[in-house]
């Protein structure tokens, strides 16, 4: 019987070592933290989003975006969905194509996971940490901390450096590394931005939806929209994790414009602003947004305006066009992100162009494949990643070619 060995034990390498069990080879799954699936726990805020209806190509990056297209064509949303209500666990769709579990627990997908590689006989070593890998002759030798294991082919699904506090690490970037495998720079991805901190420091815990937009100078570098956090230090949220990786990447000089009333043009904005002068006119002038904002950013959206005292009724039309503009130009100096341990996903990492996109399995190592986080594919916040991750996994652990 053929051994396979899957260093990493997340959502793709649980995906890979059961989807080798299921052809009847000895899957020995290893794993550095005291369990499996530790980063399932925690995402979707514990309701773990497991993937998303719009799952496609163009919800990706990377140097080469259609390599994930095979992979997610091979095992797309449908076929992912199946397998797991196979495994038993039933799931529930939201209108914006986001699939958690019915159970609303992330928990539910871990243990469905766990007890399938009980079912199935994968052999799943917790708290072992992979020291080295080398290949000599048809095999691969992979030392841990308590000893070694010998493989004829091995997935690296360690996933990459976000979330260091959850199990992030270089493991396998550095395991490829030593057999000649090379990757690109990595960045935090799927991560709160730091902005000038005065405004968000001041609006900590309002959310807003807004249209967004990264700039440096009048170049428009990313757009987006949805729901964004203000924190103690910046922004954050599903509308700022998407458009994270073009920060992390494009360097200093960037800007965030935020449009807190995108449906509406200025001329309809300022319209509004002008019955509520009229209509509120002995209230205090950082009230005229009451009603159309969340009344702390309503206030420093005037405040930012310079209308700070006196009242509604005494503002004049230049008061009101200066806080029209602000509602559709909300302008904050970017920092730059946070790092590694408060990112979701790793922007880069291993180079795609080194494995095969319709088996994943390395042009330079026979036997060697990679799935997941440590290849530089990450997408969208939503589900995408972890689609990725599913349908990679599952694509490696076919490991059609015998080393």
């Not at 399932?40 to 080469?64: E, F, I, K, S, W």
Request: net charge neutral; proline share 3%.
């Amino acid at each position: 019987m053929t051994t396979v060995c899957i260093i990493g034990g997340g959502a793709s390498g649980m995906a890979a070592a059961l989807t080798a069990a299921a052809q009847g080879r000895h899957a020995v799954l290893l794993e550095r933290q005291a369990r499996v699936g530790r980063k399932l726990l925690a995402t979707g805020n514990g309701r773990c989003n497991l993937t998303n209806r719009h799952a496609a190509p163009d919800h990706y990056h990377g140097a080469d975006v259609s390599f994930c297209a095979p992979a997610l064509e091979r095992f797309g949303v449908d076929d992912t969905l199946a397998w797991l209500e196979e495994l038993g666990l039933l799931t529930v769709t939201e209108d914006s194509g986001r699939v958690y579990p019915y159970s609303n627990m992330a928990g539910s997908v871990v243990d469905v996971l766990r007890y399938a590689l009980e079912d199935q006989g994968v052999e799943v070593h917790t708290g072992c940490t992979v020291t080295s890998l080398r290949r000599k002759g048809d095999c691969f030798t992979i030392t841990t901390e308590d000893g070694q294991f010998t493989a004829r082919q091995v997935i690296l699904a360690a996933g990459g450096a976000a979330g260091s506090q959850l199990g992030g690490v270089m493991d396998g970037y550095r395991l490829a590394k030593g057999l000649g495998h090379h990757r690109t720079a990595l960045y935090p991805a799927l991560v709160q931005l730091k902005t000038e901190p005065t405004y968000p420091r001041a609006l900590k815990g309002v959310k807003a939806q807004a249209a967004l937009e990264i700039r440096r100078d009048r170049e428009v570098l990313a757009r987006g929209s949805g729901e964004i956090l203000f924190t103690e230090y910046g922004v954050s949220g599903p509308a700022i994790f998407d458009l994270s990786r073009t920060v992390s990447t494009a360097g200093d000089g960037l800007m965030l414009h935020l449009d807190f009333l995108p449906q509406q043009q200025m001329e309809d904005t300022l319209a509004l602003l002008q019955r509520q002068r009229q209509r509120s006119g002995s209230r205090p002038a950082l009230t005229l947004l009451s009603g159309a904002l969340h009344s702390r950013l309503g206030q420093m959206v005037c405040k930012a305006a310079g209308c700070t005292a006196g009242t509604a009724g005494e503002l004049a039309d230049e008061a009101l066009e200066a806080i029209a503009r602000q509602v559709h130009d909300f302008t904050l100096p970017i920092l730059g992100t946070c790092s590694f341990d408060q990112a979701q996903v790793t922007a880069g990492g291993l180079r795609t162009d080194e494995f095969c996109p319709r088996t994943l399995e390395s042009l330079l190592v026979r036997g060697l494949y990679a799935c997941g986080g440590a290849l530089g594919s990450g997408g969208a916040c939503g589900g995408y990643n972890l689609q990725w991750a599913w349908s990679s996994g599952r694509l490696a652990g076919r490991t059609e070619h015998e080393a």
